[in-house]
Every structure is written in C-alpha cells, then in structure tokens.
C-alpha cells in the first residue's frame, strides 16, 4: 500500500514538472519561437537585415528570364549538410531575389505563358522539396512578413512522421491571405514516397502520380498541377513526361540548373537551381551566373 501511494505521488509530481514546462508559471501555452521575434521579451534584435528598409522594384528586362529555386530544409545556424540552408542566408536570398526578379507561382507562370499576362522583368518562383517541418516553423513566418509567394513540393506518405509538416499545418498554410486577400503558398506534388521515377515500373510510376495527387487534393481542396521530379530522376523521358500529362500535371519541375527565357519555356522541362549550403554571396554569383546578368 505504502508502494502504491510513493507512485502515485511520483507521477503527479512528474505530471506538474511536464505541465510546468509546457505551459510555463502562469499556465499559457508557450507561443510559437519564431527566429526574429524572440518571445523572451529582450529588445536585442537577432536579425541580420532590417526587414523595414525599402527593397526597390526590379530591373526592367527586354528578354524576361525564369529562375526556379530550390530549397529542401531551413536550420538555425551553420551546419554541415548540403541540403540545409540557414535561416540567415536564406533570409538575405529571398531579399536578394525580391529585388531582382518578380517573384511569381505556377499559377501565374501558366497565365505568363499562355500569353494572358505582360512580364516586364525577369521572374523567380521560390520552391521547396519534401515537406520538411522547418517550412511551417521558419519559412511560413519569414515569407508571410516579407509578403513573398512560394511552392511546396510534397511527399503524401512522409506527412505527420518526425520532422515533417502535419496536414493542419499544410492546410494553415494553404489558406493563409496576405492584406489584399492573396494566396502566398501553393502545395503540389513531390511523388507519392519520394521514388526515382525515372528508374521504377510503369504501373509504379502511375501509382506515384496518380495516389500523390489524389491524397493532396483531398486533403487540401485544391487542384495539383505541378509535380517535381524526386532527385531530378526521369527528367527528359518521354514515357515518363506522357504519363505525367496523362495524371493531369500541368507543369514538371527538373532539377536542371538553367534559367531560360520566359518565351522558350517548356512546361513539361521546368529547371530548377538547388541551393545548398554556401553563404548568400555564393548564391549570388551562382543566380548572375545562370541568368548572365
């Protein structure tokens, strides 16, 4: 009996240390961190732009160019995986791109390319790939202060698992409007599980296509019209590109490292620039590199 009490007074004692933590003295959930908006009340400012300074609009262009970028996770700090941008980094790219390039989505590409919009200037759509949880906690909050759009590539069976988005957040997303009642975020396609598309059996590949499409449109209500290439795989294939056609894609994003004239633009053969981890100069040289600006 005497046993039985000590663990009962054990588990409530480890329930209020828990509860403590999570919802701190005065028993408030504790809000969101956001990176540049620190919630322990210091006025110290941890941000490396000043987000109010006035980014001008960007050069007129004669020969419009499209630069698709590609980014897979966002982390605080450096690190040594090539496919982890820091936040720092990434903020000063997207500024870098906002001041450079109309930043665009796929929607409004269609529209370019049916000729049912003017481009004056060279235009940029901002991707990422896989759905990993830093585009809800880090990307989500960053793009919704600058006002700047951007395309999430999602993998239906890596939703929910450990450090990726969960339908709520997808949805939260997916229905946020900016001050002029505009969508910022699209979701589309990245495949079914993430497979080398390029490389696997027919019935496979429709299943990829098919199920990743299906799942995303239920779950979200909006139509999918754009799928990316897992790892780049199959870019080129003709089989592959009519079955892509045939699942009802509109656009097929590559992972070629070009940045073409908006008027020579294949919807079918989108290239697309990976950024890694390097320093924001670096991305820099590399974006003038490949648009020859």
Not at 80 to 95: A, K, M, P, W
Not at 191 to 216: A, C, P, V, W
Request: glycine fraction near 6%.
């Amino acid at each position: 009996m005497g046993n039985q009490i000590v663990r009962i007074i054990s588990t409530a004692f480890l329930l209020l240390i828990c509860s403590s933590f999570a919802y701190g003295n005065d028993s408030q959930p504790v809000p969101a961190v956001r990176y540049w908006k620190p919630t322990t009340g210091s006025s110290i400012s941890v941000r490396t732009v000043d987000p109010y300074s006035q980014i001008p609009k960007p050069p007129a262009r004669s020969d419009p160019k499209l630069l698709v970028v590609m980014y897979h996770n966002l982390v605080f700090g450096r690190t040594g995986n090539v496919y982890n941008r820091d936040i720092y980094n990434f903020e000063h790219d997207v500024l870098f791109l906002k001041r450079n390039f109309e930043i665009i989505d796929f929607d409004e590409l269609q529209r370019i390319l049916a000729k049912d919009r003017d481009v004056t200037t060279d235009v940029a759509i901002i991707t990422f790939d896989d759905g990993d949880l830093s585009m809800y906690a880090l990307a989500y909050p960053l793009l919704t202060e600058y006002d700047i759009k951007a395309t999430f590539f999602i993998v239906p069976s890596y939703i929910g698992e450990i450090g990726y988005m969960s339908w709520d957040q997808i949805r939260e997303m997916n229905d946020y409007r900016n001050n002029k009642d505009v969508a910022l975020f699209s979701f589309e396609s990245h495949s079914f599980s993430h497979q080398y598309l390029g490389e696997i059996q027919h019935d496979q590949l429709l299943f990829e296509l098919n199920e990743s499409k299906r799942i995303l449109e239920k779950e979200i209500g909006e139509t999918i019209d754009v799928l990316a290439l897992p790892f780049g795989s199959g870019a080129g294939n003709q089989q592959l590109i009519e079955a892509v056609r045939n699942a009802g894609y509109s656009f097929l994003r590559t992972s070629v490292p070009l940045a073409p004239r908006i008027h020579t633009v294949d919807g079918m053969n989108i290239p697309a620039f990976n950024v890694e981890n390097y320093s924001n100069d670096e991305f820099v040289r590399r974006v003038l590199q490949l648009t020859k600006r």
